[in-house]
Structures are given as C-alpha cells and as structure tokens.
C-alpha cells in the first residue's frame, strides 16, 4: 500500500524538516504486521514528494491464530487485499513513522509546522464503502479538493467488471500535521475492515486526532461508528464526548467582546461597519443575503428591516449565540411575512455546507480574524470555491491603527480570541490571491475615520464574481 505526499512550498523539500525524513535517505521501519519505507521520488526546491509504501505480512499476520472453523486454517486469512489497499494497516504505519509530524512537534522549525502550505496527498488504491460519494462527503468539509476515480478491476480482462478501490488524491492547504490526523482518523472509516482490537483507547486515539475538527464535521456520527467499529457503547462514549467539546459559549458577552467593543465604542465602529456593508449590498442587488459568522443578530436585525432582501440567513458555530439572535430578533413575534424571509443556520465557516451556496452574498463581519490561520484554506475553499455567491463582504481590524487606541495596550490585539490581526498591506495580499485564485474581482475601502499614515480601523473587501 502507498501514500504519497507532495508540497510546492518553496523550498518544497522543508517536507523533510516537516516529516523529520531526510529527502535524500531510503528509510525502512519495522512494523508489528511488516514494514514500511519511506524514499522521496522527487525532491526539488519547487516541488517534493515524499511517499509511505507499507509492506503487510499476511503470514505473520496469522501466525499462531486459529481460523473460524478451529482447524487452525483458513485460506481467506492469507489471500486476500490487505497487502495490497489503503486500510487500517496504513493509519498505523504513519502513527508510527511520521509519529513526530502527526504530534505537531519540530525542533527547530516550529514555524513550518504551524503553517498552512499547499499539500496533495495521493492514496492510488483506498476503498471506500459508500465509492467516490462517501470520499467527498468525508474530506469536502475539512476544505479538501478531492479527486476519486474508480476504474476495471483487470482492463485485460472487462468482464470482470469495475474495482472496488478508488485512486484518490486530495488537494489542500493546511498545517501538515492536520493533513496526517485526517487521513489516520478517515482511512479506517473508509476501510470499515479495522485489524486491530478496539478498546476504549481507540475512543480517545479518536479524539485526540479529531480534536478541533471531528465536533463539528456533518458526518461525525458515521466517523465514530466506523472508526470504532460500530461498537455501540464505544460510540455513545465519543459522542457524547464530542458533544462536550461543542458545546456553545455561555450566554453573556465574553470578556473578549467587550474589551473588543469598549476600545472601538469612541469610533461607532459597529455602527459604521453595519451601514457600509449595508451600503456594498444595496449597490449589488443583493436580495439573497447570508451572514456568516452572524453571532448575536446585528446585521440580520438591520437586513430584515429593508424588504429588499427576500431572503436573511444568519449562520454561526454557536448555538448559544443563535438562541440569543433569535430572541433579541423577536421570531416568535414577527409578522408572518417577515418571519418567513429570516432562517438562523447552525453551522461551521470551515466546512461544506449546501445551505449557503449559490446566494446573491455573503457577509463575514469581524469573522476571519477568529480562525486559525491554518484553517483559512479551509474557509476561503468553502466559501468563494464551494458556495460561490455572488459578492463576499468580509471586515476585519487593521492592526496598524491599533496604536490610537488609547485604552488598549500595546501589542494587544483587539479582542482576545483573535487569532491575527491584518496590516493593510497583508489584506491587500490576501484579498489579491483570493480573487486570483477564485475567479472574483476584489476591492477594498477603509472603514473610520482614517488616519493618514496608519489608514483606517477597519478594512473591507469586496469580492465579485467573474
């Protein structure tokens, strides 16, 4: 069996830092059930590879284990396409060879390790009960290209019909360490055949590895009860513990919001951020808006009172903060007509989500500065790639301007689950290749009073298609 991993960061063969694999060595790594090497077909500044063939043993496999029958024998335990697929065998060999890497740990390349780099990871005979639909509905949301092809079993011999493995390759930009925590977690969900006891270790092996990604993916029930082998008290176990880390933040305003809205309160800059994304939508036409990261209902108040938006959806992680729109919004005592033209979504920036795709626009107020900047690739893929609306609207602080601030320290960001803030010079590269890449046209105005040499508190981008 054989995965491959390729980057195109430059210099691509840091892969061998990342790996802690020399890109010039053939390493061989002895395993309870065979042996793995790891040797790099390519390995130029530009572009490297570096690829995981798993040797199984089937004999050694079976060595002293008695077969269903109790003669000791059983022909299928030795002829059979272990040896051969993507499978459980192959989520152990990377545990165990690039066991470093899957930790997240680098001694003296932290940086690479916490960065997002352009990854293609290629499994050329993975199967997947459930086929090419099943791999999609796995790895989409994670912000995944994915590419599945099945093909003959023989091409010399077509009667035999069509294989039932895929050649898989997926396409992302992500930390590397993530990249391996998804493929050991849904390798085995796509085999379903895990070799291996499982045991209440594998629930915590499962949150370990799903931790930060596995709460909140749609298909996380259908993840545990594969992963763990649809053993049923094993199941409820991590789910109910996946359910904890999901839980929605307390119902009061985080100390993090108001420090956040008592720096900006002398500037009105909620207010104006609201008008000037009003503005960017009216201007469009926009009569199909959802508000991505909507929290507590401010726009979607504002949305609501203009009948030119036919349809409002508000979409946020937290429940908590959904339940606290819903209630500031009045729903429950709408008039019918304009109750019908409002939805709240429970739902995450970072992965797929049918609900929000094709709209006029979509609106991300003070949102992107909260995720991960490893998980941006994940967010721009979902939303300007996935959903594909018309206009994107995106704020987000200037830190440069944070020095006029007076009642915040210095190198204090605004608010403190911000993961980042932007210098405009970094939006501007940022807002550059989004619409590069996606086929938009992109813009940006300042929002505040702007400042001559350090601009604006706020900058917008405005991103349209074709």
């Given at each position: 069996?054989?995965?491959?991993?390729?980057?195109?960061?430059?210099?691509?063969?840091?892969?061998?830092?990342?790996?802690?694999?020399?890109?010039?060595?053939?390493?061989a790594f002895a395993l309870s059930f065979g042996k793995a090497h790891v040797f790099y077909p390519e390995a130029s500044p530009s572009r490297c590879t570096a690829a995981l063939l798993v040797e199984v043993d089937p004999i050694g496999l079976v060595r002293g284990r008695r077969g269903p029958a109790g003669d000791g024998f059983a022909l299928d335990q030795y002829v059979n396409d272990r040896p051969y697929v993507a499978s459980s065998f192959l989520?152990?060999?990377?545990?165990?060879?690039?066991?470093?890497?899957?930790?997240?740990?680098?001694?003296?390349?932290?940086?690479?390790?916490?960065?997002?780099?352009?990854?293609?990871?290629?499994?050329?005979?993975?199967?997947?009960?459930?086929?090419?639909?099943?791999?999609?509905?796995?790895?989409?949301?994670?912000?995944?290209?994915?590419?599945?092809?099945?093909?003959?079993?023989?091409?010399?011999?077509?009667?035999?019909?069509?294989?039932?493995?895929?050649?898989?390759?997926?396409?992302?930009?992500?930390?590397?360490?993530?990249?391996?925590?998804?493929?050991?977690?849904?390798?085995?969900?796509?085999?379903?055949?895990?070799?291996?006891?499982?045991?209440?270790?594998?629930?915590?092996?499962?949150?370990?590895?799903?931790?930060?990604?596995?709460?909140?993916?749609?298909?996380?029930?259908?993840?545990?009860?594969?992963?763990?082998?649809?053993?049923?008290?094993?199941?409820?176990?991590?789910?109910?513990?996946?359910?904890?880390?999901?839980?929605?933040?307390?119902?009061?305003?985080?100390?993090?919001?108001?420090?956040?809205?008592?720096?900006?309160?002398?500037?009105?800059?909620?207010?104006?951020?609201?008008?000037?994304?009003?503005?960017?939508?009216?201007?469009?036409?926009?009569?199909?808006?959802?508000?991505?990261?909507?929290?507590?209902?401010?726009?979607?108040?504002?949305?609501?009172?203009?009948?030119?938006?036919?349809?409002?959806?508000?979409?946020?992680?937290?429940?908590?903060?959904?339940?606290?729109?819903?209630?500031?919004?009045?729903?429950?005592?709408?008039?019918?007509?304009?109750?019908?033209?409002?939805?709240?979504?429970?739902?995450?920036?970072?992965?797929?989500?049918?609900?929000?795709?094709?709209?006029?626009?979509?609106?991300?107020?003070?949102?992107?500065?909260?995720?991960?900047?490893?998980?941006?690739?994940?967010?721009?893929?979902?939303?300007?790639?996935?959903?594909?609306?018309?206009?994107?609207?995106?704020?987000?602080p200037n830190v440069e301007y944070n020095v006029r601030f007076a009642e915040l320290p210095a190198g204090r960001m605004r608010h403190r689950d911000h993961r980042f803030e932007w210098t405009r010079a970094e939006f501007a590269s940022w807002t550059d290749s989004i619409a590069a890449r996606f086929g938009y046209s992109g813009r940006r105005i300042g929002i505040g009073p702007e400042d001559a040499a350090l601009g604006a508190p706020t900058q917008?981008?405005?991103?349209?298609?074709?």
């Amino acid at each position: 069996m054989l995965l491959t991993i390729t980057t195109t960061h430059e210099p691509a063969t840091d892969l061998g830092f990342l790996l802690h694999k020399h890109p010039e060595r053939v390493q061989a790594f002895a395993l309870s059930f065979g042996k793995a090497h790891v040797f790099y077909p390519e390995a130029s500044p530009s572009r490297c590879t570096a690829a995981l063939l798993v040797e199984v043993d089937p004999i050694g496999l079976v060595r002293g284990r008695r077969g269903p029958a109790g003669d000791g024998f059983a022909l299928d335990q030795y002829v059979n396409d272990r040896p051969y697929v993507a499978s459980s065998f192959l989520a152990v060999a990377i545990g165990e060879v690039f066991g470093t890497a899957l930790a997240g740990r680098s001694t003296h390349h932290e940086e690479l390790v916490r960065a997002a780099l352009p990854f293609e990871a290629r499994i050329p005979s993975l199967p997947s009960r459930g086929g090419a639909a099943l791999v999609e509905r796995l790895f989409l949301p994670l912000g995944y290209e994915v590419d599945a092809r099945g093909g003959l079993l023989d091409s010399s011999f077509p009667d035999w019909g069509r294989s039932p493995y895929l050649d898989v390759t997926l396409r992302t930009r992500a930390r590397l360490q993530e990249l391996l925590q998804h493929l050991t977690v849904l390798i085995p969900v796509l085999d379903g055949d895990k070799h291996y006891w499982i045991g209440d270790d594998e629930v915590e092996k499962l949150l370990r590895r799903g931790e930060g990604w596995l709460a909140v993916h749609p298909e996380r029930e259908l993840i545990a009860e594969r992963y763990l082998k649809r053993r049923s008290h094993l199941v409820r176990a991590a789910l109910a513990r996946l359910s904890e880390e999901d839980q929605p933040e307390p119902e009061a305003p985080s100390a993090g919001d108001r420090e956040e809205e008592a720096v900006e309160r002398p500037l009105s800059l909620a207010a104006q951020r609201t008008g000037a994304v009003l503005a960017v939508l009216r201007d469009a036409g926009a009569r199909r808006v959802a508000d991505l990261g909507c929290g507590e209902g401010h726009l979607l108040r504002a949305l609501l009172d203009e009948t030119s938006f036919e349809r409002v959806i508000g979409m946020d992680v937290s429940l908590r903060a959904l339940e606290i729109a819903e209630r500031r919004l009045g729903l429950d005592r709408l008039p019918p007509l304009k109750r019908e033209r409002i939805q709240l979504l429970h739902g995450s920036l970072t992965y797929r989500d049918e609900r929000i795709a094709g709209l006029d626009a979509l609106t991300l107020i003070e949102v992107v500065e909260h995720l991960d900047p490893s998980r941006l690739g994940a967010f721009e893929r979902c939303v300007f790639e996935l959903a594909k609306p018309g206009l994107v609207v995106v704020t987000t602080p200037n830190v440069e301007y944070n020095v006029r601030f007076a009642e915040l320290p210095a190198g204090r960001m605004r608010h403190r689950d911000h993961r980042f803030e932007w210098t405009r010079a970094e939006f501007a590269s940022w807002t550059d290749s989004i619409a590069a890449r996606f086929g938009y046209s992109g813009r940006r105005i300042g929002i505040g009073p702007e400042d001559a040499a350090l601009g604006a508190p706020t900058q917008m981008g405005i991103f349209r298609r074709g």
